[in-house]
């Protein structure tokens, strides 16, 4: 299985940015990802974080 290409420490710093209000489409436009995967390791990583986009 291939890995993508952020580590789980970068993946929790972008799941942290939600917490402080940046809506999720503007992260996932900036860092070049589909809200699908954000979606996808908010789950896995930080399942107790709220959506704000």
């Known amino acids: 299985m291939k890995n993508g ?15 402080g209000g940046v809506p999720v489409s503007e992260l996932c436009r900036e860092h070049g990802m589909s ?6 390791w ?5 399942g107790s974080m709220r959506d704000i986009g």
């Open 5 to 19: 290409p952020y580590t789980p420490a970068q993946i929790m710093v972008i799941l942290k940015q939600v917490e």
């Open 35 to 40: 809200s699908a995967s954000f979606y996808k």
């Open 42 to 46: 908010q789950a896995k990583f930080g």
